[in-house]
């Protein structure tokens, strides 16, 4: 599974775009956090009419999930086409071209073949913007008219809380206090303007970027639109949050961690406790839960919103009926699923992700695929929607052929991994010493005893914090979760988790020990990995 990619691949494999004569645009949009919770994804409380007219007239793609659920890993892994074992990537504070110096990235490749290439806001994470090399045009250095936002928070008071909080963290732990031991309020509801917050900001950048690409008219364009909400904090104009009634909204219905789970499988939710104003220790309370999750929502309107004005614009520019448009997010969001908030698991509701895709002439329009798909998917299909030459070292299935015949036979399995998520930070890098010493020891120790309770003589402080690796694998009815040595990943497993979707869909119930034979087929499924369903 492990394979090396310090060396550029230049042998490719042929594309074959039936689509269109002429190179199309890419319209590439990533949202920070979504989850499937959308109105074209079935919920019931969600206003997200922009996504769902999008939707309506593309492919949209029930079963898609992303190779790590963390920011960085699961965006290297997109933008690369090559996955976390492949990339070494794993948390956030490692940078992808520390480890991979000359792979060759989605943009890059774009650019090598006759395209401009542009971003706003956030796709790569921060620190792996690539800039010089996926990129080779900035965008306007201003938005004539309008105001950059000058923090996160629309708020004075809360630009000045953050601060401080900062500043008390930054002179006892210095730059490791960045690392989130430090916020500001979770979230913030402002009587402001779209472009009061950076979001909205930023895709009136985009819309000016496009303006300048369309009007010189020489290339093919790829831009990308990275929004930033709904990751947290969720800070959304009041007008958002209006369009829900607390009372309303719907909660999560399964709080438990899965019956007979790996204890090791969830966290304490330390990217939210992080924030002022959260318990640092203890549950949630029902009130607080529903204002988060309306700020949550509301959030996810706001940037519906944005991505209605950046798809207008292409209209006005009269070149939508050449841009692919691809939305994607990064992975999904615990919102009190199984007791925890955050992502950073390997269950279904954090490693399933939102993903649409509509492009000129395609034949499969306004309906929905239950076909398994990955991100790592998105690099292959536009390389072949563009008609440009796939790169060996893409380690995914180009999904066209699903944009012409939805329903028909596609992989067998979608493949996902984390570190320990119990005894790592939010940010899936080890433990430090300012989280230990923080308000997060007391639940770090908390976790801590419930694995070592549960693991017995397979426990080792050293393997579980450094070396332990969650790989799971979702098939059609089943996800396999297998928790094993990174260091060794022909060893036995130290534990198993096994849930049934046709009679579980929320994952509640582990049944591995009680269904043997499966776990067997389907550990060998695993180990066979992705490149055996493709």
Same mark, same amino acid.
């Given at each position: 599974?492990?394979?090396?990619?310090?060396?550029?691949?230049?042998?490719?494999?042929?594309?074959?775009?039936?689509?269109?004569?002429?190179?199309?645009?890419?319209?590439?949009?990533?949202?920070?956090?979504?989850?499937?919770?959308?109105?074209?994804?079935?919920?019931?409380?969600?206003?997200?009419?922009?996504?769902?007219? %999008?939707?309506?007239?593309?492919?949209?793609?029930?079963?898609?999930?992303?190779?790590?659920?963390?920011?960085?890993?699961?965006?290297?892994?997109?933008?690369?086409?090559?996955?976390?074992?492949?990339?070494?990537?794993?948390?956030?504070?490692?940078?992808?071209?520390? %480890?991979?110096?000359?792979?060759?990235?989605?943009?890059?490749?774009?650019?090598?073949?006759?395209?401009?290439?542009?971003?706003?806001?956030?796709?790569?994470?921060?620190?792996?913007?690539?800039?010089?090399?996926?990129?080779?045009?900035?965008?306007?250095?201003?938005?004539?008219?309008?105001?950059?936002?000058?923090?996160?928070?629309?708020?004075?008071?809360?630009?000045?809380?953050?601060?401080?909080?900062?500043?008390?963290?930054?002179?006892?732990?210095?730059?490791?206090?960045?690392?989130?031991?430090?916020?500001?309020?979770?979230?913030?509801?402002?009587?402001?303007?779209?472009?009061?917050?950076?979001?909205?900001?930023?895709?009136?950048?985009?819309?000016?970027?496009?303006?300048?690409?369309?009007?010189?008219?020489?290339?093919?364009?790829?831009?990308?639109?990275?929004?930033?909400?709904?990751?947290?904090?969720?800070?959304?104009?009041?007008?958002?949050?209006?369009?829900?009634?607390?009372?309303?909204?719907?909660?999560?219905?399964?709080?438990?961690?899965?019956?007979?789970?790996?204890?090791?499988?969830?966290?304490?939710?330390?990217? %939210?406790?992080?924030?002022?104003?959260?318990?640092?220790?203890?549950?949630?309370?029902?009130?607080?839960?529903?204002? %988060?999750?309306?700020?949550?929502?509301?959030?996810?309107?706001?940037?519906?919103?944005?991505?209605?004005?950046?798809?207008?614009?292409?209209?006005?520019?009269?070149?939508?009926?050449?841009?692919?448009?691809?939305?994607?997010?990064?992975?999904?969001?615990?919102?009190?699923?199984?007791?925890?908030?955050?992502?950073?698991?390997?269950?279904?509701?954090?490693?399933?992700?939102?993903?649409?895709?509509?492009?000129?002439?395609?034949?499969?329009?306004?309906?929905?695929?239950?076909?398994?798909?990955?991100?790592?998917?998105?690099?292959?299909?536009?390389?072949?929607?563009?008609?440009?030459?796939?790169?060996?070292?893409?380690?995914?299935?180009?999904?066209?052929?699903?944009?012409?015949?939805?329903?028909?036979?596609?992989?067998?399995?979608?493949?996902?991994?984390?570190?320990?998520?119990?005894?790592?930070?939010?940010?899936?890098?080890?433990?430090?010493?300012?989280?230990?010493?923080?308000?997060?020891?007391?639940?770090?120790?908390?976790?801590?005893?419930?694995?070592?309770?549960?693991?017995?003589?397979?426990?080792?402080?050293?393997?579980?914090?450094?070396?332990?690796?969650?790989?799971?694998?979702?098939?059609?009815?089943?996800?396999?979760?297998?928790?094993?040595?990174?260091?060794?990943?022909?060893?036995?497993?130290?534990?198993?988790?096994?849930?049934?979707?046709?009679?579980?869909?929320?994952?509640?119930?582990?049944?591995?020990?009680?269904?043997?034979?499966?776990?067997?087929?389907?550990?060998?499924?695993?180990?066979?990995?992705?490149?055996?369903?493709?």
């Amino acid at each position: 599974m492990l394979r090396s990619l310090l060396l550029i691949c230049f042998a490719v494999i042929p594309a074959c775009n039936s689509f269109a004569a002429e190179r199309p645009n890419i319209l590439f949009i990533a949202v920070d956090d979504l989850r499937p919770e959308l109105g074209c994804y079935g919920s019931p409380i969600a206003k997200t009419p922009h996504l769902d007219s %999008l939707a309506s007239d593309g492919l949209l793609f029930n079963r898609a999930y992303c190779q790590q659920a963390i920011c960085r890993p699961s965006r290297a892994s997109l933008m690369t086409g090559a996955r976390p074992d492949s990339t070494g990537l794993y948390h956030n504070y490692v940078s992808l071209r520390e %480890l991979q110096p000359n792979i060759l990235t989605l943009p890059e490749h774009f650019i090598a073949n006759g395209y401009d290439a542009a971003y706003c806001g956030k796709i790569f994470h921060q620190g792996d913007t690539d800039e010089g090399r996926s990129w080779n045009r900035n965008p306007p250095k201003s938005v004539p008219g309008v105001q950059r936002p000058r923090g996160p928070y629309a708020l004075p008071e809360n630009n000045k809380m953050k601060a401080n909080n900062m500043k008390i963290m930054l002179a006892k732990y210095g730059e490791a206090a960045r690392r989130g031991l430090a916020a500001g309020p979770a979230y913030e509801k402002a009587d402001v303007p779209d472009t009061a917050y950076v979001d909205g900001y930023n895709t009136r950048l985009a819309i000016e970027t496009l303006k300048e690409m369309t009007q010189e008219e020489s290339k093919p364009f790829f831009l990308a639109m990275g929004y930033k909400l709904p990751h947290l904090n969720w800070c959304a104009p009041s007008k958002y949050w209006d369009m829900y009634q607390a009372e309303e909204i719907p909660m999560a219905s399964e709080t438990d961690a899965p019956e007979n789970g790996a204890t090791m499988g969830l966290h304490a939710s330390f990217e %939210l406790r992080t924030r002022a104003g959260i318990p640092k220790t203890g549950p949630i309370s029902p009130e607080l839960a529903r204002t %988060l999750k309306h700020a949550y929502l509301a959030s996810v309107s706001y940037v519906d919103a944005q991505i209605g004005l950046l798809v207008s614009a292409l209209e006005e520019a009269g070149i939508r009926d050449n841009t692919v448009i691809v939305v994607w997010g990064d992975h999904g969001w615990h919102l009190g699923d199984m007791g925890v908030w955050g992502k950073a698991t390997n269950y279904e509701i954090a490693t399933r992700v939102p993903l649409m895709i509509w492009a000129p002439k395609m034949k499969a329009r306004g309906v929905t695929t239950d076909a398994l798909v990955e991100l790592v998917d998105i690099y292959p299909t536009l390389c072949e929607l563009a008609d440009l030459p796939i790169p060996e070292h893409a380690e995914g299935k180009s999904f066209v052929p699903l944009m012409i015949d939805p329903n028909q036979s596609w992989k067998e399995a979608a493949f996902s991994q984390y570190p320990n998520p119990a005894l790592r930070e939010w940010a899936a890098n080890p433990l430090s010493r300012g989280m230990r010493e923080t308000w997060f020891g007391p639940l770090i120790q908390e976790v801590e005893s419930r694995i070592i309770q549960q693991q017995g003589d397979r426990w080792d402080r050293e393997l579980f914090e450094e070396h332990l690796m969650g790989y799971t694998m979702r098939t059609d009815r089943y996800r396999l979760v297998v928790w094993i040595d990174h260091r060794k990943p022909n060893a036995e497993p130290i534990d198993i988790e096994l849930f049934d979707h046709e009679v579980d869909p929320s994952e509640t119930v582990n049944i591995a020990a009680d269904r043997p034979e499966l776990v067997a087929k389907l550990l060998k499924q695993w180990r066979a990995g992705w490149e055996a369903v493709q």
